[in-house]
């Protein structure tokens, strides 16, 4: 943390909020004026060794795909315990708390992910050395929860009022197959028609992601008769045919600019080392900032898994004999906020205030599904810096991670006076 960090931001603060449109003149003497706001800067200041503390207590309850139950009620009392009213789950699992400004609109989503990628029985200790934290998700997304909490109970403590009205989410089933159900029930249901800012925090850093880069995952099988590894020799058999597809994907060649993108992420198969496989399957995802490229990449996919059978069957002359099938896991829809929109200008100014250095970037995040609706929406990084995310060796430094949970905090208040 650096000493001086609270005049720095006092300094420029109000600029800040004028550059978002938020700041009015009568605002200074008004309750949630210009000296709370200060107030809940110097909160977050104090308390940033507490939130570090929090994001370390999150990150040690498992929060597997599909089993964000017991980290979800910590959220949950993290959130009530920060002031939030009516704090509560929603029908698919997100924690929902409401913090009412003088009018309902315009109401402003600040959301973070629960779930990591990590699956249950994962070692989730957090060990730190000095600065840096270690453990599986403890920026990706410790650090949003964490900041999450802190922006409510900053606002809390120093008693700041907002023209229109906060809503604080965690979600769940962001990462892999969650498919971004937490947040799609959200817009579908939960808030449905009563979002005017979705502002994400999502790991460690400072960029800002304008971009969702849409993705489509798929699960394909191949089957075969199967048999006798030695008695049978000569039966096509599904493994092979998995082997072939995934050669071909590895040559498919796609754009770098729209970045497009393909990862076999999972394999599986086969029963015993002398048996020919009945079954063998792999899990891909394919991902593109721009929505023709990755149809075309789609195309090209489907297309490569069915000749990768083809050419096993014509290997053993036996057409037909292994078949493959191909289901979708995941559809993630792609979308983009302007650059020069109220909301990017408002955390580009944030980010200043604060000296963050920003950078608008293209990521996958809940982001995208508001984006794609076309409500204003961005993810930004929740401060400090990080390594090897979405894996067990998983940083987070919290140097300076200050000035995240500050940005985060100076952005909410601006899209709510707007
Ligand atoms: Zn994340």
């Known amino acids: 943390m650096v000493r001086s960090a609270p005049m720095r931001m006092a300094a420029v603060v109000v600029f800040a909020m004028m550059a978002a449109g938020g700041v009015r003149t009568q605002d200074r003497s008004a309750p949630g004026g210009d000296a709370r706001v200060q107030a809940a800067l110097d909160a977050v200041e104090k308390t940033e060794p507490a939130t570090i503390d929090a994001q370390v207590r999150l990150c040690e309850v498992p929060a597997p795909p599909f089993g964000e139950g017991a980290r979800a009620a910590v959220v949950r009392e993290m959130l009530r315990s920060a002031g939030l009213k009516n704090v509560r789950l929603d029908r698919a699992g997100n924690v929902v708390g409401e913090r009412p400004g003088r009018s309902p609109r315009p109401n402003v989503v600040l959301a973070a992910h629960i779930d990591t990628v990590f699956p249950e029985g994962t070692d989730l200790k957090v060990t730190r050395s000095g600065a840096v934290l270690s453990g599986p998700g403890i920026g990706d997304n410790c650090r949003g ?7 409510a109970r900053a606002l809390e403590t120093a008693g700041v009022e907002t023209n229109g009205s906060l809503t604080f989410v965690a979600t769940v089933g962001e990462e892999g197959l969650g498919d971004l159900r937490g947040v799609k029930a959200l817009f579908a249901e939960t808030l449905k028609g009563r979002v005017d800012y979705f502002v994400a925090l999502d790991g460690s850093g400072s960029s800002i992601t304008n971009v969702g880069v849409g993705s489509r995952r798929y699960r394909a099988t191949f089957r075969g008769r199967g048999g006798h590894s030695y008695n049978n020799f000569g039966r096509a058999s599904p493994v092979n045919a998995l082997g072939r597809a995934i050669a071909r994907i590895s040559d498919i060649q796609v754009p770098s600019a729209p970045r497009t993108t393909f990862n076999v992420g999972r394999i599986g198969g086969g029963t015993a080392v002398n048996a020919i496989p009945e079954e063998a399957w792999l899990e891909v995802d394919l991902r593109s900032s721009d929505q023709a490229a990755l149809e075309q990449l789609d195309r090209s996919f489907q297309q490569t898994l069915r000749q990768a059978a083809a050419a096993e069957n014509t290997r053993w ?53 508001p984006m794609q609706l076309g409500i204003p929406a961005i993810s930004i990084a929740a401060g400090g810096s990080g390594t090897n995310t979405h894996s067990l060796a998983e940083t987070f430094d919290s140097t300076d991670s200050v000035r995240g949970t500050a940005r985060a905090l100076l952005l909410t208040i601006a899209l709510s006076r707007r």
Not at 145 to 151: M, N, P, R
């Open 317 to 369: 002359k036996q057409n037909g004999a292994v078949t493959v099938t191909i289901e979708r896991v995941g559809d993630r829809p792609g979308g983009r906020t302007d650059e020069r929109s109220p909301i990017v200008e408002a955390a580009l100014e944030a980010s200043k205030a604060v000296k963050l250095p920003a950078r608008l970037v293209e990521n996958s995040t809940d982001a995208n599904v």
């Open 145 to 151: 929860l964490a900041v999450l909490a802190a922006v």
